[in-house]
């Protein structure tokens, strides 16, 4: 099971950006997905968060910005970008905090999936 993450790339302060997340492999389910982001010398921060019934959660950087979205039949998960800024810089990871697989025989779960990672950079 993989997670990979696109969609990050060059924008202008004041434009958009839509990010994607899907995860690759033989996955029965997912459970809460969220995006995060790491400023160059800074820590790595969430950004935002949706369970799987689509419930989200916000940071307060993001709000009224972004909105995070998923389409669970395509284990893909998103994150549109509005109104950017120069501080949205960072590179953004796609998380997912619990995955159950088909196995073989049987079902199994593995936690704390991360994507690879994708760069935005707002700039003019």
């Known amino acids: 099971v993989q997670l990979q993450a696109s969609g990050g790339g060059l924008a202008q302060p004041g434009g958009s950006l839509r990010l994607s997340c899907t995860a690759s492999?033989?996955?029965?389910?997912?459970?809460?997905m969220g995006w995060y982001r790491q400023a160059l010398g800074k820590q790595r921060e969430l950004v935002a968060a949706i369970t799987r019934g689509g419930t989200t959660n916000y940071a307060d950087s993001a709000k009224g910005r972004f909105t995070i979205s998923r389409d669970n039949a395509k284990n893909t998960m998103y994150l549109q970008m509005n109104s950017l800024k120069p501080e949205d810089t960072a590179v953004y990871y796609c998380n997912a905090d619990k995955i159950t697989y088909y196995s073989i025989t049987h079902l199994s779960t593995g936690y704390d999936y991360w994507g690879q990672g994708t760069q935005v950079t707002v700039s003019s």
């Open positions: 492999g033989s996955i029965f389910r997912i459970d809460a």
